[in-house]
């Protein structure tokens, strides 16, 4: 016969342990903490400011932020190796730009075309850089610093000291006001390349490839992995995302200049440090890239409603970057811990 008080110790500890796997659950999961930390702020700021959870402001701060966002796609894989492309901000300028001249100067009109062409001179932008690390040996930091001041040189060349205003780009500015569904065409750009790249890390060979060169790139080289192939992979992808993202500022903005977009690669890195992509390769996936890259957008467009003053922002924005990363920090370590209490027998 079992006693009363037992029975209801035996309920208290059932329960503190079923909290505890739930703590461990969220501790143990980079991706888990980041969506606590976003639904946290934007708690905090929609009782600032009642205006920013509608509809309307969450399809804006989509749009506005959708070349952030699908160009850290690439920044992922670039990570993922042990890599770094400083000069992905360049390469868009110069890819929007010439698209830009093309559509000014009345030789192409089709707006199909010119994303293509974009994306064509993104490519091949990327792969000079891929080449350049991959066979030439050449530092990435190195590397990629000279090509984003030889891109954006480029781009100040073929504008020739003109722009392109949003009279100039015909109906090529139309694609980023066009909806299907009611969500905006950029936006939808930004989930089919979220989509795709989902699937490629996480199902095929190519998405094991790459975290196997960044997880030990010794190890990859032996199990039979041409590891210059897969970083020229990367690289040349990262300029095509570049190239799509310049075709897609473009069009947003209903202009084309050769200074946009300068030093965009920062937030494009930053997204996925948040998101939990690790500097040194080999971790970090999809998923906590998207909440990056929308824990990036909510700092953006949340600090202007809650009244910080524009010289304040990068401040109080670089604040709360460092914040959220010591946290990712601390849960990687926590995931660490975990995995080595796992492995004792």
Known sequence: MSLPWRNKDRGVKKKMKENNSVFKRITSSREASMVIVLLVLCIIVTILSPSFLTVKSIMDMLKNNAVTMIMALGMLCVLLIGGIDISVGSTLAFSGMAIGMLAK???????????????????????????????????????????????????????????????????????????????????????????????????????????????????????????????????????????????????????????MFDGEEMDVIASCVLGGVSMSGGRGSVTGVLIGSFLLAVIAKALPLVGISSIAQNTVQGVIILIVIVLNVVTQRMMDRNNLKGREM
């Open 105 to 259: 100067r009345g030789i192409i009109n089709s707006t199909p075309l010119l994303i293509l062409i974009a994306v064509i001179v993104g490519t091949i932008c990327g792969l000079l850089v891929g080449l350049v690390i991959a066979y030439g040996k050449v530092p990435p930091i190195i590397a990629t610093l000279g090509f984003m001041y030889i891109y954006r040189a480029m781009a100040y060349l073929i504008s020739n000291s003109e722009w392109a205003s949003a009279d100039a780009l015909g109906d090529f500015k139309n694609f980023a006001l066009n909806k299907i569904l009611g969500i905006n065409n950029v936006i939808w750009v930004m989930i089919i390349c979220y989509v795709i790249f989902f699937i490629v890390m996480k199902w095929t060979k190519t998405g094991r490839k790459i975290y196997a060169v960044g997880s030990n790139r010794e190890a990859a080289a032996i199990s039979g992995i041409n590891t210059e192939r897969v970083e020229l992979f990367v690289y040349t992808i990262m300029g095509l995302l570049a190239g799509l993202g310049g075709a897609l500022a473009v069009s947003i903005y209903a202009s084309a200049q050769p200074n």
